[in-house]
Each structure stands twice: as C-alpha cells, then as structure tokens.
C-alpha cells in the first residue's frame, strides 16, 4: 500500500501539473491568437490617428509609392508580400494592417459603428495619414494596390480624394455598391447545408463563446472559419496566409453598409487616371459578367484575368504573380511616369 | 486569477455524467410500460446532425429516473472527426394529472477538428421539461443551459505555420455556454414515439448568436422490453 502511495501521488500531481491551466486563457493575449502592436513592442508600427497600426515599407522613400491594402474587412497584409518584388524594381512599397485588423491595434466595435454613415470616413483618414507618414517630398506620386476588400477601400478612397492618388490598381473586390457586395457575398459564400466547411463553421459554436468586444476569441473564431472557399479558391488551391484577423471590425463594417448601403463607387467619375484591374479565372463567384459590372464603375479600365488561379491566387500564387500580375503591374506602372 | 488543475473539472463532469445521466425526448405518460427505449434522430443543432441514443429506466416508482446515453455527429466529408456523446438521466420531478415536470442533467464529450485545429471538450447540459402527456401524443416546452466546461487545443502544422506560438493544452476557464428553449412534441403509437422539438439557441451573454441560431430534431423511439424485464 505504501508502495503504491508512493507511486501513485507522484504520478497524480505529475498528470495533475501536466493538466495545469496556468496561464491559457482563450482570452489571454498570445495564447491562441497573435499579440497586437500595442501587446508586443517588437512589431514594426507606426502611430496615425490615435492608432498604433502594424506598418513596413520597402524600397527608396522618395520614389513612387504603392500603397498595399488587404482584403477582409479584418485581414492582414501577410499575403500581400509577393508586392515587396515592387521595391526591388524600384518603388517605394507601403504595407499596414487596417485598423482593428491583422496586427494593429483592436477597438470597441462602437467605435466603428458610432459615425454611422461616416464610418468609412476612419478608414479613408487613416490610408491617408499613413501616406502622409511615409511621403518624403510633396510631388511623391502615390499608388493604390488593394485586394478584394482593400480594392473597395482604395476605390472609395480614390473616389473621395481623386487629385491624391496617381493610380489605381484593384484585385477583385466583390462589389463596389452595397447591393453587388451582398449578391457577392451570398454567391462566394453559398455552402451547402450538408458540407464538412459549413458543419465545420457551425459545430465551433458550442466550444468557444466570445463576447461582443473579446477579440482575442472572435478573432481566433474568425481564422478557423476563413481558412478554405472552394468556391473562390481562398487557400482551397491557392497557398494564403495570415497572422490574424479582425472580427470586430469585419462585423462592425458589415453592419455598417447594410444599414447604410455604403458606396465605394462615389466620386469615381472624377478619376480620369487609367485603373488596372484584375479577376481570377478559377473564383466561380466572379464570373467574367461580373468583373464588367463591377469596372463599369471606373471611367477608364483595364481588365486582366489571371489563369490558373483563385481570389488570393493572383497575388499569392507565385507562377500567377511572376508571370502575370507583376509585368501587368510594372507595365502599368511605366505609363504612369 | 483562480487556478485550478483541468483534471479537477473534468472529474467533476465525468461525475456528474454517471449521476444523474439521461436525455432524448420522452413520452412520459407511456414510458412505464417499458424498460428500456433506443433512439435515432436527424436535425440541425450547431450543424446538420444525425444522433442515436439508448435508454434504461432505472427506478418506476413517483420520480422515475431514466438513464440515457447519446451519440451523434454532424455531416460532412468526414464524418469521425466531430461528435457529441452525452450521458446522463432524466428524472420526472412533479405530476399533476396528465402535466409533467422533468429535470435532465447529462455530462458531455465532444470533439472538432478541422484543418487548424483539434478541440476536444468536457461540459454539461443541463434542463427542465413541463408538458402535457397523454398515452398517445405529448407536447411540452423546454428551456436549458450547455456549458463548454474545460478545452483541449492541439493546433496542426498549418496553423502553427500562421502563429508557430500557439499554445496547445487545456485551457480555463469555460470556454462557452449557450442557453436554448424551444417547444417539443410527438405522438405515440404500438411501440414507437415519433418526436419532434425546436427553438432557439442563445449564447451566454444574452446577445450573440452562434451561426445556426436554432436547433430543431425529428426523433423516433422504438421501445422494448417490458416492466419487470432487465
């Protein structure tokens, strides 16, 4: 009996120890999701409008600038970094992680919501400052790269402010009037009720709550639902990758344009510059009638759709970005010095 | 923060499984006439879900006491890597002529996986029945609580290739919890009730939702046995 008390209260308090919670919490910040800049000082940052926001940029400051905007809203510009072949070509290449997404610092979803119809207008002031960061003379000319959700925010910005941007270059955004982003949505988004990604989605439900603000869960409940879109190819056959998402915002905006049928199309009639527009041949929501309705909006356009690729292949895939979206991009580019 | 060791918990809920154990929809006014019930059912509950269950009667005398075991698992291409086991009992607390009240507490395991991720979970789930019960049909309402007691992460390489700093273990404290209330009922005729509940699921917090907002089941017991078999 004493042997077996010596052996079992050691093996117990060792399976006890192993069992120890000590410091996972699933709202612990690094424990199952990313820390933020504002969590961890080693991050690249840079502070615009009350924000700490997750920012590098490669190449020569004073040359042209291309502005890289992700996708989401919530994403992070992880993905975006094939972009970073620009800098060695030459242009000064600007990468950041929106507010509320990827590594940048989080806010209460209120923030977001409260100006209402102007909440885009945090998002246009904030592209702007971070150009202005990173401007090193007035006559900098500045470029706009956004992909999918970053192709609304930088066509929005564009229509706002045409005179500040040189060039637009848009990666597939799912629509630019409210109506086209729910009809893309609903179509991208089409599971069937008896598939593994929707069960996989749903099942989640009944192991991990988050409140409205907790965005350590949200956003660790966020990345296990985006991870794979067979119907437009999001990391189904495309590689993509991440460092984390944004659920707060990605609600907040989305609440925001159903109730107030956000435009990005606004104002595009003033921006008489060529835009550069690409769609992927293998995403099934964005057929090629939808990529004419969507660039109707632009007064001047060129359409380039990428082979072989889904929606973040045209950026991630490395055979679809050497061979084609990069010498569009350069060729684009050239036309507008 | 308190700290207290997983093994605790999951002690407390395998405990609580084996105490008190029971489930699925009952036609209390004809279950005397049997010992023991098998069950299968489809319907949606955090996903499209198919479940098979087996009952025992333990105790006929006023607070009959039924224990019930529980299986069921959500469709998909894979259709092991998530499931829900439930053990427990259900005990019928109050008679007043053909009106019941019911008390159920079940112990539960589940699992999850997909491709970033495999999530196993001790929990409880815990409700109150008051219906109408006549030998042949019963309808009733329900109202209970499911909380995700103590989680266990193991994250794959694909995940670790975004945050290759993910920390896998048990994690504290609860993890989740959602109310749900809903309306049951069924008819029952030569050894079978076919039943049908439904309603709606809440989180925690009173305000958030999980994707699907509602749980709806279309059941059929087959009973067997008769009083006084083992």
């Known amino acids: ?337 | 923060m308190k700290k207290y060791s997983t093994s605790g918990i999951v002690f407390i809920a395998f405990f609580l499984a084996q105490a008190t154990a029971y489930t699925q929809t009952i036609n209390w006014n004809n279950i005397h006439n049997n010992r023991q019930l098998v069950h299968a059912s489809v319907g949606a509950e955090y996903g499209l879900v198919f479940g098979v269950g087996y009952s025992y009667k333990l105790t006929d005398n006023k607070f009959p006491l039924v224990a019930t075991a529980e299986y069921s698992f959500p469709s998909g291409s894979t259709l092991t890597d998530d499931f829900k086991t439930k053990i427990g009992g259900q005990l019928r607390l109050a008679q007043l002529g053909d009106f019941r009240f019911a008390v159920k507490a079940q112990g539960v395991f589940r699992r999850y996986e997909n491709d970033l991720v495999r999530l196993a979970n001790w929990g409880v789930d815990c409700s109150g029945t008051i219906g109408y019960y006549r030998p042949r049909w019963f309808a009733g309402a329900e109202a209970g609580f499911d909380k995700a007691i103590a989680t266990h992460f193991k994250h794959s390489h694909q995940y670790r290739e975004e945050y290759p700093e993910v920390k896998d273990g048990w994690y504290e404290p609860a993890t989740g919890g959602n109310f749900y209330y809903g309306l049951q009922t069924g008819i029952s005729f030569k050894r079978y009730d076919l039943t049908l509940k439904g309603g709606n699921i809440l989180a925690q917090d009173f305000k958030s939702k999980p994707i699907l907002p509602f749980y709806a089941q279309l059941g059929c017991n087959f009973r067997i046995g008769s009083l006084g078999e083992k």
């Open chain 1, 1 to 337: 009996m004493i042997f077996k008390n010596y052996f079992l209260v050691p093996a117990l308090l060792t399976f006890v120890f192993s069992c120890s919670t000590k410091d996972r919490t699933i709202t612990g910040p690094g424990n199952l999701v990313a820390k933020t800049v504002d969590q961890d000082p080693g991050l690249p940052a840079i502070q615009v409008n009350n924000s700490l926001l997750h920012s590098e940029a490669f190449g020569p400051a004073g040359a042209t600038m291309i502005v890289a905007l992700h996708g989401g809203p919530g994403a992070d510009y992880r993905y975006l970094l094939p972009c970073k072949d620009l800098a060695a070509r030459g242009y000064r290449v600007v990468f950041y992680d929106q507010r509320g997404s990827g590594l940048s610092q989080r806010f209460p979803k209120k923030s977001y919501t409260a100006p209402g119809a102007k909440a885009m207008d945090q998002l246009y002031d904030e592209l702007n400052a971070v150009i202005e960061h990173y401007r090193t003379r007035p006559d900098q000319k500045v470029v706009l790269l956004g992909h999918s959700w970053g192709g609304m925010l930088a066509s929005g910005f564009t229509g706002k402010y045409p005179g500040r941007v040189q060039g637009l270059i848009v990666c597939e955004p799912g629509g630019l009037q409210w109506k086209d982003v729910e009809h893309y949505v609903k179509d991208s988004r089409s599971m069937k009720l008896w598939s593994e990604v929707l069960n996989d989605a749903a099942y989640l439900d009944q192991f991990i709550n988050g409140k409205e603000d907790q965005h350590e869960i949200l956003d660790y409940k966020m990345s296990m639902l985006s991870s794979k879109n067979e119907i437009t190819g999001e990391g189904a056959f495309d590689p993509t990758v991440s460092w984390r998402d944004g659920a707060v915002i990605m609600d907040a905006l989305f609440d925001v344009g159903e109730k107030y049928n956000t435009d990005f199309s606004a104002g595009l009639n003033d921006f008489k510059k060529p835009v550069l527009f690409f769609y992927s041949e293998k995403n099934r929501a964005y057929p090629d009638s939808w990529a004419q309705r969507i660039t109707a909006a632009y007064p001047s356009v060129s359409r380039v759709k990428v082979p072989g690729v889904g929606h973040d292949g045209i950026i991630t895939n490395q055979k679809a970005w050497t061979g084609t979206t990069l010498p569009q991009i350069l060729t684009y580019l050239s036309t507008l010095q």
